[in-house]
């Protein structure tokens, strides 16, 4: 199966597999597997903590690990009671026992008061419908440039029309997290490709199994869950069709296996049919031999991490132009 037109060409993707994909709605996963840099790389939930937000749109992480770098996932937020929300337009690198006060970040609770606190912790990462103007915003130190475009996610869900986005992420909490349920994180899964309908949304890469475990969630949920559930939300979703009409198990056995290999065939028609991107890459970001990068193009936009020619994180997802 070739992705590479959505990667760019200097990667050597070659020892990705894919697994079988899985279907909750309009929301399709395709589960990756790659090399495994488990002992290099802090996870973003158990080895990231949120140390203070001091002021609005200034928000610090720490990485309290002594030997491992953290690469900071693109997009990610955090939501605490009482508090003004916060969410990153960027990724990052973090060295072991350091902090990084990350200066542009977004207030996505318009009218909120208090502050973020390195209390309980759990993150998300922006919905696919935010994640372009996020990133153009990167660098900017404004704390409510987000707001407009929240403003208008909520009213295309029908909600009250202000940046408040836990409108959306907590309210709509027990619909989104049924995706985790539905969708199946595999053993040792480092990546997946995202479908809505039939169009490519997303291509998540990270560099350990360990550090994707941490990522499926927020990423599954609360950003491609997003793009999902507003998809749904006009439309009756059909339910896949299991072969009924065996009489033995053998004939189940045939029956599944034919299955298998259409709805195989069916994801590979949607990537073959996904255009060709020519992008424009920028480097953001040096630590030792590793590079940040941040890629546009016509279609997609994200950020990646390579060293030596080598993938090692990348966050390339749809722009809304592109899935409307």
């Given at each position: 199966?070739?992705?590479?037109?959505?990667?760019?060409?200097?990667?050597?993707?070659?020892?990705?597999?894919?697994?079988?994909?899985q279907?909750?709605?309009?929301?399709?996963?395709?589960?990756?597997?790659?090399?495994d840099?488990?002992?290099?790389?802090?996870?973003?939930?158990?080895?990231?903590?949120l140390?203070?937000?001091?002021?609005?749109?200034?928000?610090?992480?720490?990485?309290?690990?002594?030997?491992?770098?953290?690469?900071?996932?693109?997009?990610?937020?955090?939501?605490?009671?009482?508090?003004?929300?916060?969410?990153?337009?960027?990724?990052?690198?973090i060295?072991?026992?350091?902090?990084?006060?990350f200066?542009?970040?977004?207030?996505?609770?318009?009218?909120?008061g208090?502050?973020?606190?390195?209390?309980?912790?759990?993150?998300?990462?922006?919905?696919?419908?935010?994640?372009?103007?996020?990133?153009?915003?990167?660098?900017?130190?404004?704390?409510?440039?987000?707001?407009?475009?929240?403003?208008?996610?909520?009213?295309?869900?029908?909600?009250?029309?202000?940046?408040?986005?836990?409108?959306?992420?907590?309210?709509?909490?027990?619909?989104?997290?049924?995706?985790?349920?539905?969708?199946?994180?595999?053993?040792?899964?480092?990546?997946?490709?995202?479908f809505?309908?039939?169009?490519l949304?997303?291509?998540?890469?990270?560099?350990?199994?360990?550090?994707?475990?941490?990522?499926?969630?927020?990423?599954?949920?609360?950003?491609?869950?997003?793009?999902?559930?507003?998809?749904?939300?006009?439309?009756?979703v059909?339910?896949?069709v299991l072969?009924?009409?065996?009489?033995?198990?053998?004939?189940?056995?045939?029956?599944l296996?034919?299955?298998?290999?259409?709805?195989q065939?069916?994801?590979?028609?949607?990537?073959?049919?996904?255009?060709?991107?020519?992008?424009?890459?920028?480097?953001?970001?040096?630590?030792m031999?590793?590079?940040l990068?941040?890629?546009?193009?016509?279609?997609?936009?994200?950020?990646?991490?390579?060293?030596?020619?080598?993938?090692?994180?990348?966050?390339?997802?749809?722009?809304?132009?592109?899935?409307?």
């Amino acid at each position: 199966m070739d992705y590479h037109q959505l990667i760019p060409t200097q990667f050597d993707l070659s020892t990705y597999r894919f697994g079988m994909p899985q279907q909750s709605g309009t929301l399709t996963v395709l589960p990756m597997f790659g090399a495994d840099n488990d002992s290099r790389f802090v996870s973003p939930l158990s080895g990231l903590k949120l140390t203070q937000v001091r002021g609005y749109g200034n928000m610090e992480l720490s990485n309290p690990s002594e030997i491992g770098v953290a690469i900071v996932p693109l997009h990610m937020g955090y939501i605490q009671d009482r508090a003004q929300n916060h969410a990153l337009c960027r990724s990052a690198f973090i060295a072991g026992g350091q902090k990084l006060m990350f200066e542009d970040a977004c207030c996505v609770q318009a009218s909120q008061g208090g502050y973020l606190e390195g209390r309980e912790q759990w993150f998300f990462i922006l919905p696919l419908q935010l994640r372009e103007e996020a990133l153009e915003l990167r660098g900017k130190e404004d704390y409510s440039k987000l707001w407009n475009g929240i403003t208008r996610l909520n009213e295309q869900f029908g909600l009250p029309n202000r940046g408040h986005l836990e409108q959306i992420l907590s309210r709509k909490r027990a619909f989104l997290t049924q995706y985790q349920s539905r969708l199946e994180l595999l053993p040792h899964q480092s990546g997946a490709v995202f479908f809505i309908q039939d169009k490519l949304a997303g291509v998540e890469i990270a560099p350990s199994a360990a550090y994707f475990q941490e990522l499926w969630m927020p990423l599954v949920c609360f950003c491609y869950g997003v793009a999902a559930m507003y998809e749904e939300k006009d439309i009756e979703v059909q339910k896949p069709v299991l072969p009924l009409s065996a009489s033995n198990l053998q004939e189940l056995r045939e029956q599944l296996t034919q299955s298998r290999i259409e709805r195989q065939e069916q994801v590979r028609n949607w990537l073959a049919q996904t255009p060709a991107e020519q992008f424009g890459i920028q480097e953001e970001e040096r630590f030792m031999s590793l590079r940040l990068q941040t890629v546009t193009g016509k279609n997609f936009a994200g950020q990646f991490v390579e060293e030596d020619g080598r993938l090692l994180y990348a966050s390339l997802f749809a722009k809304p132009g592109y899935l409307n």
